[in-house]
């Protein structure tokens, strides 16, 4: 197919189709490794018509809804392509509409033949979301400069891959080998790539036609051999209806998998870190409940329980660590955490008193989480203990809301309300304008109206 189309594109002679040709394998690996659409684009007689002889269509990411090898590119659509022609030089994140009216990005690199003509394009295309993926995927595996003569251009795109790249001819036999290969076969004791079958570089046992006729069960392994661990893909570009080529291509992932294997073990130590510390925090809760049961003055039993809500209110984030092992917390779930807590453990069982938490969703800091936890823990024991005085039953509500640069949480009660001004030096409020100052880098606002209840807002920084 692809030399039927270079004739018909009727400017190429029989040694520039073979460069074309040659150039369809390097287009496959570039296609393949970057997980976009490449193209190979030749000109034509008309002076604003190019012909795709070419299309390496990823399958997963293409842009498009078919592979359109055959079809005709037009300059008032692809520009880019048309100054790679007239110019010799790269084009590089040029816009461009594509042959189903999509608009797309594409980096252009022109091809030469013997007599310094361009014969040929290679045209990497994207979309505005992927730029900065191709951006720092090309320039790590790739080279930017594809100018020169066909017999270095091989070698000039493959050296500048970080994968092992080996080609094998229809007969299964090695044709070339990149410098990554040469030294990853070296390490396994294999001295020689070029000459050698497929069947002898291959890491398991499987014969050359079996990954021809079959390569979707060959395409992508991951092998452990002697100390390293490789991804292994078997790539099969097709050269014309009869023969097809495979390209081996090996990507070292040993520094990965023992990265993955450490973060595995950091990550279980860190739970086990969090788990500890909430079992020394609630140790601590139960000495002091021990101390409070020994002390006879009402004011030290109360301060003690405040002490020891304060403790358990930290305790609870740590709790939620051990299990998850990040350093970034759901504030509704530890806020619901720490109201069915305090609901259970500390709520006069004859008084009705129902928590309601509703808003936002989003994760914060584990140390943000702490604070909180802490200001929250203050507002609902007071609440607690003093908005229902004279009720049997009541609400306190607590709403959350993500804003941009801070986030807010609203906390209220239907209780019989409090003298804000006089209640402004006790210890719990002390403690919450600080928390909220000083930790969460907020304000605090309170609101209260006899028989209409309180409420307390308060902000912290995202």
Wanted: aromatic share 6%.
């Amino acid at each position: 197919m692809l030399k039927l189309l270079c004739k018909i594109c009727a400017t190429l002679s029989p040694a520039d189709i073979e460069i074309v040709e040659q150039m369809s394998n390097v287009a496959t690996i570039l296609g393949n490794i970057l997980d976009m659409d490449v193209f190979l684009d030749c000109p034509t007689k008309k002076e604003d018509e190019a012909m795709v002889v070419f299309h390496a269509r990823p399958e997963k990411n293409s842009l498009y809804t078919k592979n359109i090898t055959g079809e005709i590119a037009y300059r008032i659509d692809e520009p880019a392509v048309f100054r790679t022609f007239e110019t010799g030089l790269p084009s590089r994140n040029y816009k461009a509409v594509t042959q189903e009216k999509a608009n797309v990005l594409q980096n252009i690199l022109p091809i030469f033949n013997s007599l310094d003509e361009v014969i040929c394009t290679v045209i990497i295309e994207y979309n505005e979301q992927q730029r900065e993926f191709f951006e720092k995927e090309y320039n790590k595996k790739s080279t930017g400069i594809l100018i020169g003569q066909i017999d270095s251009l091989k070698d000039r795109v493959t050296e500048y891959i970080n994968d092992g790249i080996i080609i094998f001819n229809r007969n299964g036999h090695a044709t070339y080998a990149n410098k990554v290969a040469k030294i990853l076969y070296e390490k396994l004791g294999v001295p020689s790539i070029v000459g050698e079958s497929f069947e002898n570089l291959y890491f398991e046992r499987a014969k050359y036609n079996d990954i021809v006729e079959d390569p979707e069960k060959y395409k992508q392994k991951e092998v452990r051999i002697l100390d390293f661990i490789l991804n292994v893909q078997c790539l099969v570009s097709k050269i014309n209806e009869d023969i097809k080529r495979v390209t081996l291509i090996i990507k070292d992932i040993t520094e990965e998998k023992k990265y993955e294997e450490e973060l595995k073990l950091k990550t279980v130590f860190i739970k086990e870190i969090h788990h500890r510390v909430k079992n020394n925090l609630q140790t601590v809760a139960s000495l002091l409940r021990i101390q409070k049961r020994r002390v006879k003055n009402l004011e030290m039993k109360k301060i003690l329980d405040e002490t020891i809500n304060r403790i358990l209110s930290i305790a609870i984030t740590h709790e939620i660590l051990s299990t998850t092992g990040i350093d970034t917390i759901s504030i509704k779930h530890i806020l619901e955490i720490l109201c069915q807590n305090y609901f259970k453990n500390n709520i006069d069982k004859s008084k009705k008193i129902e928590f309601n938490i509703v808003g936002d969703e989003f994760s914060i800091s584990s140390d943000k989480a702490t604070s909180v936890a802490l200001v929250v823990n203050e507002i609902v024991q007071n609440a607690t203990e003093h908005a229902f005085t004279t009720k049997d039953s009541g609400n306190i509500n607590i709403k959350i809301l993500k804003g941009e640069t801070f986030s807010k949480i609203i906390i209220s009660d239907n209780g019989v309300g409090m003298e804000v001004k006089k209640e402004r030096d006790s210890m719990g409020l002390l403690i919450i304008s600080s928390l909220v100052k000083d930790k969460l880098k907020g304000n605090l606002e309170i609101r209260s109206k006899k028989d209409k209840g309180t409420t307390i807002e308060f902000d912290f920084k995202n």
